[in-house]
């Protein structure tokens, strides 16, 4: 993007934001930060953060010599992200919020946001990156892949991509840190945000249990013996090994447990023990709720592809199905994949979009 421009930068309160506003500032730009508050259930414990970061938001903005406003998208943001969170943990699934957030709140009510403040883009501290090449907007993983945030990415649109900057995406996280210390930013120190963001450092369970009620059932090996209860399908996703309290099991051979699948009609919860058992590794996976970042979908053939973050890319072949699905098989057999969670496909360093997993495919595709 060239050209002096007018700027909105979402400034979370962490070092990422307060780079990303600082080299913006750093390069001419109008730079007006805003702090989205997305959650006001329960600021007021000890969980939660968001007073804080709005102070450390507000504390940047002062050394950078910029303008900050706190908007509230709570509404938008319950209404949008939350909803369709408790929806799909009750239907047993387990959903990615941070997705939808960044697709709903600020690539959408943000964004909107920004552009009655007369912004030509909004600028966000994901390390990610755009490249444009005759007139259609490329979404890239970031230089550093130990950080890219192209997976929480893959649902916006060619509008979308087309007002956003990514400064951070030709960085390391050493170097961002440096600069923020050299900028003399009070976060430059400050611990990356873990988690969910309205969930925050508290347990899970138990801030789920606020919302949903427990519904215990059977917890079996896949023979169907009986072996322990669960407290409710929505509290375990696949591949979970903690928090089973099964260590003792007469029926165990020594190795962890782990949550292999779930008997939705029956409430019972399926558990295996070894990482690497047969029913926790799958060769293909079907996705629905597709997105592309490009305006056309891709066609059949080789890619490779993510079906959680926290996972190297896995060579795969996508092949389009009927009623707006898509099936991926992978070269590889994949660890746990786990409806709910979304599926991000790659060329390259190209992000072309995805879906959400629905399921495991149980017969590959023939290529």
Known sequence: MTGKKRIVVGMSGGVDSSVTAWLLKQQGHEVIGVFMQNWEDDNDDGYCSIKQDALDAMSVADIIGIDMEIVNFAKEYKDRVFSYFLSEYSAGRTPNPDVLCNAEIKFKAFLDYAITLGADCIATGH??????QQGQHYLLKA?????????FLYRLQQHQLAKAWFPLGDLHKTEVRKLAEQAGLPTAAKKDSTGICFIGERPFREFLQRYLPTQPGEMILPNGKVIGEHIGLMYYTLGQRKGLNIGGAKDGNGEPWFVADKDLAANRLIVVQGHDHPLLLKPALIMDQLSWTLPHPPTAGAYTAKNRYRMADAACHLSMLTGGQAQLDFEDK??????????????????LGGGIICHEAPVSVST
Request: hydrophobic fraction near 30%; charged fraction near 20%.
């Open 334 to 351: 994949q660890w746990a994949i786990t409806p709910g969670q979304s599926a991000v496909l790659y060329a390259g360093d190209i992000c």
């Open 143 to 151: 230089v550093d892949h130990s950080k890219d945030q192209s997976y």
């Open 127 to 132: 390390y990610a990156r755009k490249h444009e």
